[in-house]
């Protein structure tokens, strides 16, 4: 697998994931576990997804409203009680899928805080309440740093984004050389390999390639990571 970023993209034959027939629209919850997956997959943080999230949130609400009618009714048939447990395993369901889209986020920012807060650009992805947490996260991280060991070493030491060279950078940054396994939603436009050729993936199929060539192909939604 370490040498696999370096080469080309290993196609992968798909198995039944294009039937011919026009595919019928995501639910939100499909969607979610799209997003998740991606997530979970992706060396990167991917932007996140806060209007599928507070809808689904909004749906657990409601759902869970008619859980408690129904259990508040003495009058409930069989029928009802019946519906209750189909209604408690589908909030159980998304609850598990929203819980860790949530904790593979927070995992990430913790694990690169101190690379969010450096990059702009990273920042325009996560919500106002995830960006906090992750200033909030560097700067005990550093004070804790400081505290510990660096105010013993001398000062030209103390730094903590030295950039010395054929040493490992102090600041840990997403990984978007690790392959990933991809497959393609739609007809993807064509992108560049390491190696200077070209791929095209069509729909249904599924390729091993580093993350940074699909990088925009899975932000513009053309494929997903499996």
Avoid at 131 to 157: C, G, M
Wanted: with cysteine; hydrophobic share 40%; proline share 8%.
């Amino acid at each position: 697998m370490a040498g696999l970023p370096s080469g080309p993209a290993v196609p992968v034959e798909p198995i039944a994931l294009d039937f011919g027939a026009a595919a019928a629209p995501e639910t939100l919850f499909q969607q979610l576990v799209r997003h998740w997956l991606n997530e979970r997959h992706a060396p990167d943080i991917l932007p996140i997804q806060a209007e599928v999230l507070s809808a689904l949130l909004d749906h657990i609400r409601r759902q869970t409203d008619t859980v408690q009618a129904l259990r508040g009714d003495p009058d409930s048939s069989e029928a009802e009680h019946a519906r209750i447990m189909l209604v408690q395993t589908e909030v159980e369901r998304v609850k598990f899928v929203v819980r860790s889209y949530i904790r593979t986020r927070l995992y990430k920012i913790e694990k690169f805080a101190r690379h969010i807060v450096a990059t702009p650009e990273v920042q325009e992805r996560l919500s106002q309440a995830e960006l906090d947490h992750a200033r909030r996260f560097a700067q005990l991280t550093e004070s804790h740093f400081k505290v510990s060991v660096l105010q013993a070493l001398p000062p030209h030491q103390q730094r903590l984004d030295d950039n010395t060279p054929f040493t490992p950078p102090m600041i840990s940054e997403p990984d978007k050389s690790r392959a990933v396994f991809v497959h393609a939603r739609d007809e993807c436009p064509p992108v560049r390999l390491p190696d200077g050729t070209t791929m095209q993936m069509q729909k249904g199929q599924i390729v091993l390639t580093p993350y940074a060539v699909v990088e925009q192909l899975l932000a513009m939604g053309n494929v997903e990571l499996v």
